[in-house]
């Protein structure tokens, strides 16, 4: 069955850094999604993307955010600078647009810790 | 806005019970509802959603929900409880078909022998 993958599964860092988490979502699936859980917390929406370009994004997505698909397979979420209250598990997300109230597919996601 | 409220962060019953997981949602117009489940190191999978056909539906692994529009609520049951049920539950709203969900903060469900 097809899966959404991400890599890596952990990472750290150190606060001011530049991060990238990747997503390979499901290969006909034409929206994707990024959402962060801090340790305790809901999980919550950051962006959603399609036709190569954001068409939603929530409050916590602020300039130090950004996503790319930069060729036909991946879906990157880049943190320009890293502050220690970035340090949450991130989930990438993908769904195919088809039905009432498509289904988002979701990745194991990417434990990402700032020090 | 819409919001999701999960009534207990863990919720114990014991192999063959009944799980009771309970999800009220707000929302200004009509919701479509999902229960996600998460195994540990695993991403979050669908277990069952409402879209606006059967109030009551039926999901994976034997586990079901009804949503009860008067009590604005989406709880998930299934009458005999597995150990392999032990994960954490997600209910999650959202108010279009291709838009973003909002979860609630999770129930965690242990099962014991």
């Known amino acids: 069955e097809p899966e959404v993958t991400q890599t890596p599964s952990h990472q750290v860092t150190q606060m001011g850094q530049e991060v990238i988490l990747r997503c390979v979502p499901i290969?006909?699936?034409?929206?994707f999604y990024w959402y962060r859980q801090i340790l305790g917390q809901k999980v919550e929406f950051l962006v959603s993307f399609y036709n190569n370009e954001i068409s939603e994004k929530s409050e916590i997505f602020d300039d130090q955010f950004s996503v790319e698909r930069p060729d036909g397979s991946n879906f990157t979420l880049k943190i320009r600078s890293t502050k220690l209250e970035d340090s949450a598990m991130y989930f990438c997300?993908?769904?195919?647009?088809?039905?009432?109230?498509?289904?988002?597919?979701f990745g194991p996601g990417t434990r990402l810790t700032v020090l | 806005a819409q919001s999701v409220t999960q009534l207990g962060s863990h919720v114990s019953v014991s192999e063959g019970a009944l799980v009771l997981l309970r999800c009220n949602y707000s929302s200004s117009v009509p919701p479509y509802l999902f229960w996600y489940v998460q195994y540990p190191n695993q991403g979050l999978q669908l277990l069952l959603k409402?879209?606006?056909?059967?109030?009551l539906v039926k999901g994976i692994n034997g586990f079901e929900a009804e949503f009860k529009k008067s009590e604005t609520s989406f709880h998930l049951t299934k009458p005999s409880a597995h150990m392999s049920d032990a994960a954490e539950y997600f209910c999650a709203v959202t108010n279009s078909g291709y838009s973003t969900l909002t979860f609630g903060k999770g129930t965690m469900l242990l099962v014991s022998p």
């Open positions: 409402y879209t606006s056909a059967a109030t």
């Open positions: 290969s006909n699936h034409l929206y």
């Open positions: 997300a993908s769904s195919d647009g088809q039905g009432e109230a498509d289904t988002q597919y």
